[in-house]
């Protein structure tokens, strides 16, 4: 069943820093560990708690669990999008015109205006085979 797609949403810069921590981990975190994990934090650690229930509205998290913290309950959060959902969301948002866009941008994420490396045209061609076979 295809996977429903994701409503428009914005990361403000202290969500992204605690969705790259989910993103970067395999397990579900609670907010205590996630503060603790974003590099370079100048912002106290509580307010990690306004952050994680901005992305709760956002749909960008949900809660895993609820377990034992110490000595009371707490919730683990879970991403609900991958990293590279999130940024084909801000690309369809910006690229909407048609082709010529998704080319120019294609080409900028190579980093040229031509493409010369071999291991990258494979992977592209691997990719559209099995978006074909998908279609079929």
Same mark, same amino acid.
């Given at each position: =069943?295809?996977?429903?797609? +994701?409503?428009?949403?914005? #990361?403000?810069?202290?969500?992204?820093?605690?969705?790259?921590?989910?993103?970067?981990?395999?397990?579900? #975190?609670?907010?205590?560990?996630?503060?603790?994990?974003?590099?370079?934090?100048?912002?106290?650690?509580?307010?990690? &708690?306004?952050?994680?229930?901005?992305?709760?509205?956002?749909?960008?998290?949900?809660?895993?669990?609820?377990?034992?913290?110490?000595?009371?309950?707490?919730?683990?959060?879970?991403?609900? #999008?991958?990293?590279? %959902?999130?940024?084909?969301? +801000?690309?369809?948002?910006?690229?909407?015109?048609?082709?010529?866009?998704?080319?120019? =941008? =294609?080409?900028?994420? #190579?980093?040229?205006?031509?493409? %010369?490396?071999?291991?990258?045209?494979?992977?592209? &061609?691997?990719?559209?085979?099995?978006?074909?076979?998908?279609?079929?």
């Amino acid at each position: =069943m295809p996977k429903k797609k +994701q409503e428009y949403f914005y #990361l403000s810069p202290k969500e992204e820093a605690a969705m790259k921590v989910l993103w970067n981990t395999d397990t579900a #975190l609670s907010a205590s560990e996630i503060a603790e994990r974003i590099p370079n934090r100048t912002w106290p650690a509580s307010s990690i &708690q306004s952050i994680l229930r901005s992305l709760e509205k956002k749909n960008a998290i949900k809660v895993e669990a609820i377990t034992k913290l110490g000595k009371s309950y707490g919730r683990l959060f879970r991403p609900t #999008l991958s990293a590279n %959902e999130y940024a084909a969301m +801000q690309f369809g948002r910006y690229y909407q015109k048609g082709k010529n866009d998704c080319f120019s =941008m =294609m080409s900028s994420l #190579l980093g040229n205006t031509y493409i %010369e490396n071999e291991e990258i045209i494979e992977a592209l &061609q691997a990719l559209l085979a099995e978006y074909e076979k998908k279609e079929h």
